[in-house]
């Protein structure tokens, strides 16, 4: 796996961490600069590098907030439950689509060194759940979980101590390649679920680029599951464009022949929804891209949405195609409304703890021996 960075910028703060010393390994010294708080918030304050130059960029800081938050969901719409565990922020790659694109002031690959403060809050919280509660946590919202795993190895430190928080089920999600540090483990637990965003050849690459294609996604997956992990799937965001129907189909057919659908803890399911900046953003960008010239309309959330009936549409011919290939599939959606999920299901959770039971319910059903 290449380097993605060709500058290591390395905040003053930072300085004396283990796991600092451990990711400037992977750099040349003259690539290497020591900032002070003052020059790090000129430097990013700067709009001297555009998205593929900052990204280019890897920053490491210490975190002083808490790593651990609920996912904030999504008024008006259900969540799944979700807890987010913050290592960092931005990805190296380019998705079009991507909310960070407009969410934060700049584009630098930003990694928190403290990760023993991340794993000891992590730990008390573990501790201070009730006896009968499983909670699912990830890294996937501000950073791709594995694309630069070569270079700081957190995977490693995650499987190590997360694999003795049996309440806590961790989740990678990721749009690499990048799984070998995970295939190093022996005898991996079943509480750490190794998950893939997917889309069809087509989106890959017009939409989402430097990703790994979906060729190399899908084999890694397969080393994955042979390895022992359970795995996860995730179609979000799912684009509404013409042939999408043949590419979405062909997709899970794909899916289905290379990966034991058995292991597969979950699936998720979501359409392209997004903020008017974020359209902003993919019209500077390229003007013509397919993705925002659609009939949108604003939800309940304030996101661009396509029509309720276009959706149940999209969603009950994925849903059947993928229930066709493997009925005992667990399928949700992503922020979508109830009526939605009654539409395309036949059944809807009546609320979010509802829904996180039946995580758990499927997560236990899987045979992991």
């Keep these: 796996m290449l380097n993605f960075f060709n500058k290591l910028y390395v905040?003053?703060?930072?300085?004396?961490?283990?796991?600092?010393?451990?990711?400037?390994?992977?750099?040349?010294?003259?690539?290497?600069?020591?900032?002070?708080?003052?020059?790090?918030?000129?430097?990013?304050?700067?709009?001297?590098?555009?998205?593929?130059?900052?990204?280019?960029?890897?920053?490491?800081?210490?975190?002083?907030s808490r790593f651990f938050h609920k996912c904030p969901g999504t008024k008006n719409y259900l969540c799944c439950g979700y807890y987010i565990l913050?290592?960092?922020?931005?990805?190296?790659?380019?998705?079009?689509?991507?909310?960070?694109?407009?969410?934060?002031?700049?584009?630098?690959?930003?990694y928190f060194v403290n990760i023993d403060d991340l794993f000891n809050e992590m730990e008390k919280i573990s501790r201070n759940l009730?006896?009968?509660?499983?909670?699912?946590?990830?890294?996937?919202?501000?950073?791709?979980?594995?694309?630069?795993?070569?270079?700081?190895?957190?995977?490693?430190?995650?499987?190590?101590?997360?694999?003795?928080?049996?309440?806590?089920?961790?989740?990678?999600?990721?749009?690499?390649?990048?799984?070998?540090?995970?295939?190093?483990?022996?005898?991996?637990k079943k509480n750490i679920v190794v998950s893939w965003s997917v889309n069809p050849p087509y989106i890959i690459k017009t939409q989402e680029e430097g990703t790994a294609s979906?060729?190399?996604?899908?084999?890694?997956?397969?080393?994955?599951?042979?390895?022992?992990?359970?795995?996860?799937?995730?179609?979000?965001?799912?684009?509404?464009?013409?042939?999408?129907?043949?590419?979405?189909?062909?997709l899970i057919e794909l899916l289905y022949e290379e990966l034991d659908f058995s292991r597969i803890v979950w699936v998720s399911?979501?359409?392209?929804?997004?903020?008017?900046?974020?359209?902003e953003k993919i019209f500077e960008k390229n003007p013509y891209n397919p993705i925002i010239h659609q009939q949108y309309i604003r939800g309940k959330d304030d996101k661009l949405r396509l029509f309720v009936p276009l959706r149940i549409k999209i969603y009950r011919k994925i849903y059947n195609w993928l229930k066709e290939k493997y009925p005992k599939l667990f399928i949700y959606f992503c922020m979508e409304s109830k009526f939605v999920w009654k539409e395309v299901t036949g059944w809807m959770p009546s609320n979010m703890s509802e829904l996180e039971k039946k995580f758990i319910q499927k997560y236990e059903?899987?045979?992991?021996?």
Excluded: M
């Design 86 to 110: 913050n290592s960092g922020y931005n990805c190296p790659f380019n998705c079009s689509y991507c909310f960070l694109n407009f969410y934060l002031n700049n584009h630098f690959q930003i």
């Design 365 to 369: 059903s899987i045979d992991f021996n």
């Design 130 to 188: 009730p006896r009968d509660k499983i909670i699912r946590v990830g890294t996937g919202e501000f950073i791709d979980s594995l694309a630069i795993d070569n270079i700081t190895n957190f995977s490693i430190e995650v499987v190590n101590r997360f694999s003795k928080l049996d309440n806590i089920i961790f989740e990678f999600k990721t749009k690499s390649d990048n799984v070998e540090n995970l295939l190093k483990v022996q005898n991996p």
């Design 214 to 250: 979906l060729e190399r996604r899908i084999k890694a997956a397969k080393k994955i599951q042979a390895k022992g992990y359970l795995l996860g799937v995730h179609f979000d965001p799912i684009f509404f464009y013409s042939g999408w129907e043949k590419d979405y189909k062909e």
């Design 269 to 279: 399911l979501g359409i392209f929804r997004y903020q008017a900046l974020l359209k």
């Design 11 to 64: 905040k003053e703060e930072a300085l004396g961490y283990s796991y600092t010393d451990k990711i400037k390994k992977y750099f040349d010294d003259k690539n290497i600069e020591i900032l002070d708080n003052e020059n790090y918030i000129n430097l990013i304050k700067s709009n001297e590098l555009d998205i593929i130059q900052s990204k280019k960029v890897l920053v490491l800081d210490v975190n002083k």
